[in-house]
């Protein structure tokens, strides 16, 4: 069995959406979930989220909604988006988390609506998780290094957004990413034809001022 690292943050839907779809994956693959700051991310290279451009928020969201009626996946976004998902991502890894407590979180979050970053949402996490004492958790400055030191490893290993696979060095950007990252996974020579160098090296045409 191999074991895939998978980035994520309990912010981006998408990662929800693929995560739905774990169970399709070859008995070969051991997904390793890592729970990462998107907004960490977004600051190491200079990028703005999808829900700071109003109308590719407008789009992502309708995209969400769409795609999981699609795949026949419960979803219900909460209230407000984007939300502060430090205290899911935190209470996550003091429960451990395995994929089984980040898909509790994720079922709560995107499946029933909850707002996670709320007194509420944070009982109602703690609750699935079967953590005591939440407030203080969120709090513990272990907890918090392993959130900090997951998000360092991530840009590290070239992760730029959420959810990123990354197996072997390369990394699968993307909630659709998931059959390139299989094809890969079935045939590691994928990007070794001249066309896939090419324009794996190619230099920038026009580089804009920012």
Known sequence: MTEIKWYFDFISPFAYLQMAQFSKLP????????????????AS???????????????????????ADRLGVPFKMPARHPFNPLSSLRLCIASGGKTEQ?????????????????????????????????ELIIK????????????ENAVKDGVFGVPSFV?????????DSTDMMLDF??????????????????????????
Request: glycine fraction near 10%; charged fraction near 20%.
């Open 27 to 42: 008995n070969s693959i051991k997904i390793k979930p890592i729970p990462v700051v998107f907004g960490g991310l977004l």
């Open 45 to 67: 290279w200079g990028q703005l989220g999808p829900a700071e451009i109003p109308p590719k928020r407008q789009f992502v969201y309708r995209f969400f909604q769409w795609n």
């Open 102 to 134: 980040v898909r509790a979180v994720y079922d709560l979050i995107y499946g029933q609506g909850i707002q996670p970053d709320t007194p509420e949402g944070l009982q109602k996490m703690a609750q699935v998780l079967e953590v005591a004492n939440p």
């Open 140 to 151: 513990n400055s272990e907890i918090k290094e392993i959130l900090r030191s997951n998000t």
């Open 167 to 175: 197996v072997n060095g390369e990394v699968f950007w993307g909630g």
């Open 185 to 210: 996974f079935n045939n590691p020579n994928l990007f070794q034809t001249p066309e896939m160098k090419r324009i794996s090296e190619m230099p920038m045409g026009v580089i804009r001022n920012k």
